[in-house]
Structure formats: C-alpha cells, structure tokens
C-alpha cells in the first residue's frame, strides 16, 4: 500500500516536472527555396568553381539559416567544414553576415546541410542577395537542381551567373517558439509542492 501510494505521487512529479522544463518548440519559417529533387547527379565542386552562389530575392526581412545540398565525395580528405556568406547584389558585394561553420561528414549521396547565424541577418525585401557557400578546410561538392526552377535569381559559377541552373537551397528564420502561459507553469510548480506535502503526509498516516 506504502509502495502504492509514492509510486503515484512521484509518477505525478515526474509528469508534472517534464511538463515544466520541456524546451521551447522551434519556428522555422522558409523564405526563398528551391527544393525541388535533382534531375539528375549534378554537383559542382566548391574550391574549383568558387566564387560559387546563389542569388535570390527574399520577402522577408532577415534570415538566420541557409540548407543547402552538398556531398563531400573526397576519400583522402574526409569531412569538410563549410561557411556561408550572405552578400548584397552580387557574388562580389559587401558581406552582411557569415555564418557559422557547419561540418560536412564524407559520404557519397548528397545531403542537406544546415548553416546557422549566430544574429539575423537584415535583409531589404525585393532586393536582390547572394548565397556564397565556401570551404574552411577540406572540399565538398555544392548540389543543384539542373533546372531554371528559381525564377528570382540565378546560380552562380565562377562568379559568373547562370542562366538554365540553379542550386538547391532553403533559407528562411528558425527562432524558439515562446510558450505563452507562464501562469500555468507557476501552478503547475505550485502543484509540485502540494503533490510533495501531500505525499509525506499520506506516507505518515500509512505508516501510524
């Protein structure tokens, strides 16, 4: 009867403390993509095509992440660590922000790979901007649709803009999801010490 009662009373906490501390759910709101599948396996190898990007024509007012599809198809070298740059009008126009280093694990199929700012990046919607992908150490191959499937901007190779291609990309805000009852979480603290009181004291009638 004793075993009972604290297994329900410490069930309750446990669910009641996990309702408590669970974190925040995350928001993630796309922009600009194309990510539609490859038409076929073409890949463009970072370090020979750089500069190499992604021009696109946000609506929304900043972006903080950039997916991008890439393979790291070198044995010898084995993973590879790859930063973005956001740049404005052009493949050779001011930095607005770097992003930080995302590490790309050997393989042989692309993948996507996430790369996080560490602050928003500010952009003017209807602008035009630059996704510039480029290789911290090691080499990884950059992934493209084969196809003009995005219309507000253009893949670039070379430094030089293409006009039948562009890349596989996402980019868009990803922030926590702030929940909205602080209230409830106060009770549901409250109902923590009531549970705790409530369980000593069944504990000592139990045993009296």
Known sequence: MIYRALSYCFGLLVLIISVVI???????KFDQT????????????L????PLGQSFTPTMSSL???????ESGDATVGDATVKVNIRSGSISGPILGTSQP???????????SSFRFSAPVTLNPGDVYVIEP?????????GSTDANNYLSGNQIL??????KIDLWFQEGISVPER????????GLIALIAIVFFNSRSILHKLTT
């Open 22 to 28: 669970s974190p925040d759910k995350v928001d993630t």
């Open 34 to 45: 194309n990510a539609l599948p490859p038409q076929g396996m073409l890949s463009h190898n």
């Open 47 to 50: 370090l020979h095509f750089s």
């Open 64 to 70: 903080n992440f950039v997916n991008l599809l890439t």
């Open 102 to 112: 995302t590490v790309i694990p050997f393989s042989v199929s692309p993948s996507v």
């Open 134 to 142: 480029f290789v911290v150490c090691g080499n990884t191959l950059i």
């Open 158 to 163: 070379g430094g030089v803009a293409q006009t």
């Open 179 to 186: 929940r909205k009852w602080p209230l409830v979480r106060t």
